[in-house]
């Protein structure tokens, strides 16, 4: 009988353990302010796109969050459906002076690049976008009128800085200056003080409208999917 008490303690330590981890993890991960579930309120009238998730990841594209964001909002749309990241980031535009203005800076493969702003900004982006399907500049938009995007069925890409809370960390560039700690993200939809979010980072949230306005509001960088 001792012997299978032994088991059983031990056994019982080692699933408490096993859950200890996992609520780690996930507590070391999860972006405060921000839930899987929707947080429902009587009467919000929430809406959810529901833009399938494109984990950059996968795809080892550790700087690709803008290619994937707009490949995200495209399978909503039921465009390039059966494109995925890979293939999508071989079309890519590059700049050859490294201007994220004029298409991608560095390498969306390669983790850090020194004194390289890794990114394609709005205007690229659009010019790209528009090769595949109607997409609108919404630079220097106020997040009100991204919502209205959503409301009438169109997912926004918006530029935030990571973790909806940081600072933002500025660095001048020969083109200008950049926030080295920017992500780019899907806005697919929202509930009364909230946002849905399909982040190729990190998968599908809603987060604080507070926070996603104040990560926003540093560029006003943004672009809807029509």
């Not at 926004?156 to 083109?175: D, R």
Request: proline content about 4%.
């Amino acid at each position: 009988m001792l012997k299978y008490k032994k088991k059983f303690i031990l056994t019982g330590c080692l699933f408490l353990v096993i859950i200890f981890s996992i609520n780690l993890y996930i507590s070391n991960n999860k972006i405060p302010g921000t839930y899987i579930n929707r947080p429902i309120e009587a009467n919000a009238h929430a809406i959810n796109l529901d833009a399938p998730y494109i984990n950059q990841k996968s795809s080892k594209a550790w700087n690709g969050c803008e290619a994937a964001s707009l490949l995200e909002g495209f399978h909503e749309k039921g465009i390039l459906s059966k494109t995925n990241l890979s293939t999508f980031l071989k079309q890519m535009p590059y700049s050859k002076s490294d201007n994220p203005n004029n298409g991608y800076a560095g390498s969306p493969y390669i983790k850090d690049q020194d004194n390289k702003f890794q990114s394609i900004y709005p205007k690229a982006l659009v010019s790209w976008g528009n090769l595949y399907h109607h997409v609108k500049d919404m630079t220097g938009s106020i997040v009100k009128d991204l919502k209205h995007q959503i409301k009438i069925g169109n997912p926004v890409i918006v530029y935030i800085v990571s973790h909806y809370s940081e600072t933002p960390e500025y660095q001048h560039y020969k083109w200008g200056n950049g926030i080295v700690n920017s992500h780019v993200v899907l806005m697919d939809g929202y509930e009364r003080g909230y946002y849905h979010i399909s982040d190729p980072n990190r998968g599908k949230y809603w987060v604080k409208s507070k926070l996603l306005a104040k990560a926003y509001n540093y560029k006003r960088y943004a672009v809807a999917i029509q």
